[in-house]
Nanobody, 132 residues
Framework: QVQLVESGGGLVQAGGSLRLSCAASGRTFITLSNYAMGWFRQAPGKEREFVAA????????DYADSVKGRFTISRDNARNTVNLEMNSLKPEDTADYYCAAKAASFSTSDYVWKREREYDYWGQGTQVTVSS
């Protein structure tokens, strides 16, 4: 079974920064460099929403309008992780953050995906709380 594990969440004041990481674990080891990756978040009482995505190649990224210019998604293939650098955090960024992996072929290595149902594997989430 493939598992993704998020880390790096916590409590931060508005204007602060956090760095989330997503690593693969479980009995079935996967190399995240073979996957397109995404970050989603779910605030209390709201539906889960897209935050950021990176292509398998790492050359293409996409962001929700609400986080553009503040968040950066990146791959660290040497560590088999995907990171989400979050700066200038706002109280409205408070949510549980989830990473997700989608198997991507060489022909789709420059694609990004923004819809939940397109992803194959999910993590359990890490909580981010931004105080005002």
């Amino acid at each position: 079974q493939v598992q993704l594990v998020e880390s790096g969440g916590g409590l931060v004041q508005a204007g602060g920064s956090l760095r989330l990481s997503c690593a693969a674990s479980g009995r079935t080891f996967i190399t995240l460099s073979n996957y397109a990756m995404g970050w989603f978040r779910q605030a209390p009482g709201k539906e889960r929403e897209f935050v950021a995505a990176v292509s398998r190649s790492g050359g293409i990224t996409d962001y929700a309008d609400s986080v553009k210019g503040r968040f950066t998604i990146s791959r660290d293939n040497a560590r088999n992780t995907v990171n989400l650098e979050m700066n200038s955090l706002k109280p409205e960024d408070t949510a549980d953050y989830y990473c997700a992996a989608k198997a991507a072929s060489f022909s789709t290595s420059d694609y990004v995906w923004k819809r939940e149902r397109e992803y194959d594997y999910w993590g359990q989430g890490t909580q981010v709380t931004v105080s005002s």
